[in-house]
């Protein structure tokens, strides 16, 4: 048993096997069910056969009636007018008398000659015996009762006819139904003649070959034949156009993603099936835009390799450089010197790992995270009263503009927004000349919440304001020591706040002479 991904369990031949066959095989089972329509003809038959039972029955009986009401002259044009007109053998056989030597004393053939006819099947033509075929066919896959054969007997005595001998033993009706050498029905009924004499009992004896019955048969069986076999073609060519338009797409993106997996090819173009406006063509756009996004899912982490790579071997050189040159110096003020570059060097390395460690799982524990309602207001206050304990603001101001209780709620991580926050007021100080101005806000904009940071230092340039939010990217004051930051700070923050739905920005302040004010804008909490 298998279940998918949806809980959707499936057994046996749905689980494996070619989606062309398992088509194939569903519309075979519907042709199937259309089949069992032979065997609706087959209860029609029985009820037809039934009917004409029935109604030889009671013709039998009335013309047994008649035949007692006839004077003994007129029973033999009697029987040969009724039997001309209704197409049947009628025969009258005495019985319990002297007299009587098994032999019909009347026969509506010895008088009008045969009005029936049991046809000899090596004699008719092909197809005739093709139908014959198909009618032990059908019969033996519907199991239709088989009657018995049906043949004159050489001897036409009563002792050869059980239907006579049992109307005699009942005083009633009997019928059977037996088949011709053709497999067309034969109806035989006999009844007692009403009125006998004691000296003279009398049956009469019926017989008719049902000819139409097995022609209404076929003809029913060869126009739903007709219909199956236009079904069958119609379904069969169905199948394999749905099958084409459904298993060949399929085939080709299962190729391309083969491709992708073995990574043979930089390129790998999965077909968009633009022409699709199904579900496989959804499919299709959606693999394709998958492969891209790992594309440049593959390349930005093959270029934050080199750039990590080419970060590391800065202070790596300079702190081989100090630590070779330190076995050789000798003064004491030198090796200070040399001692200070190493641990500069030191803590470089260490801020440098740290944000590239925290760089490169942001968008994980992102897509891990578990969001929860976020009052920025109260975030952010705490942030810079926080900043202002530990006095790591220096010479500048940070002042903060909170907004009403609840009115700047979102939805995200809290740590994360928090480190998005704490990296561009880090920043703003950084660039802010002494005894300078941050502001932070967070105000409510429609259906969004935006969150500024404006600084009194030189402003960001209209073309790095893009650059700036790459990763090791970095633009620092001339008074700043070299290698304090890593360039990593503003690619953090932009992967956090794209990772809640959100933006960042950098644009020139308001109605101020110089400075930057970088814009957050994220979706409000829907509650």
């Known amino acids: 048993m298998l279940r998918s991904d949806d809980g959707t369990t ?10 062309t066959t398992r088509i194939l095989a569903v519309n075979i089972i519907a042709l199937a069910m259309l089949a ?3 065997f609706y003809l087959e209860s029609f038959r029985s009820q037809l056969v039934d009917a ?19 004077p003994d002259g007129g029973r033999g044009p009697l029987i040969a007018k009724v039997g001309m007109a209704t197409g049947t053998r009628l025969r009258i056989f005495d019985y319990g008398s002297a007299t009587d030597n098994g032999r019909p004393q009347l026969d509506s053939w010895a008088i009008t000659g045969p009005t029936y006819e049991l046809r000899d099947p090596t004699m008719e ?6 139908a014959r ?8 896959v519907v199991g239709a009762d088989r009657p018995k054969d049906f043949a004159e007997p050489r001897n036409d005595e009563l002792r050869e006819w059980p239907e006579a001998r049992g109307a005699i033993e009942t005083h009633n009706i009997i019928t059977s139904v037996k088949r011709a050498p053709d497999r067309t029905p034969v109806i035989i009924a006999a009844i007692p003649i009403p009125g006998s004499r004691p000296d003279r009992s009398q049956v009469l004896l019926s017989t008719e070959n049902q000819r139409d019955i097995t022609r209404i048969v076929r003809a029913e069986r060869l126009r739903l034949g007709i219909v199956l076999l236009i079904v069958v073609v119609l379904s069969v060519l169905l199948s394999l156009f749905l099958a084409r338009t459904i298993v060949r797409p399929l085939r080709r993106l299962a190729l391309a993603a083969h491709r992708v997996r073995l990574g043979r090819a930089r390129e790998v173009q999965v077909p968009r099936l633009p022409s699709r406006r199904d579900e496989i063509g959804t499919l299709a756009r959606a693999l394709s835009d998958m492969s891209m996004a790992i594309r440049q899912r593959i390349d930005a982490t093959e270029a934050f390799a080199a750039d990590v790579t080419h970060e590391l071997k800065n202070p790596l050189a300079s702190l081989r450089s100090a630590v070779d040159a330190l076995a050789l110096v000798k003064d004491p003020a030198l090796q200070q010197q040399l001692i200070d570059v190493i641990q500069d060097d030191v803590a470089r390395l260490d801020r440098l790992i ?26 952010i206050e705490g942030l810079v009263s926080s900043r202002e304990v530990r006095n790591r603001n220096g010479d500048v101001r940070v002042a903060f503009a909170r907004p009403h209780r609840g009115t700047a709620v979102v939805f995200g991580d809290g740590s994360r927004l928090t480190r998005v926050v704490e990296n561009l007021v880090e920043n703003a100080i950084s660039f802010s000349p002494k005894g300078g101005l941050v502001q932070v806000a967070a105000t409510r904009d429609g259906e969004d919440v935006l969150i500024r940071v404006e600084d009194e230092g030189p402003g960001v340039p209209a073309e790095a304001r893009e650059a700036i939010f790459n990763r090791f990217h970095s633009v620092r004051p001339e008074t700043e020591q070299f290698g304090r ?43």
């Open 354 to 379: 740290t944000d590239i460690s925290e760089a490169s799982r942001v968008d994980a524990e992102l897509a891990r995270a578990r969001f929860e309602t976020i009052d920025l207001g109260v975030m």
């Open 52 to 70: 004409r039972v029935e109604e030889t029955a009671s013709q039998t009986r009335l013309i047994a009636e008649a035949i007692a009401a006839a």
């Open 485 to 527: 930051h890593s360039g990593l700070g503003l690619a953090i923050a932009k992967a956090i706040v794209e990772g809640h739905n959100g933006t960042i920005e950098v644009q020139d302040r308001d109605n101020a002479p110089s400075g930057a004010k970088f814009v957050i804008r994220l979706p409000v909490a829907s509650r």
């Open 36 to 38: 069992g329509g032979f």
């Open 10 to 19: 499936f057994r046996g031949w749905a689980a494996g096997g070619s989606l």
């Open 133 to 140: 075929f198909l009618d032990r066919v059908i019969d033996r």
């Open 125 to 130: 033509d092909w197809q005739k015996r093709v």
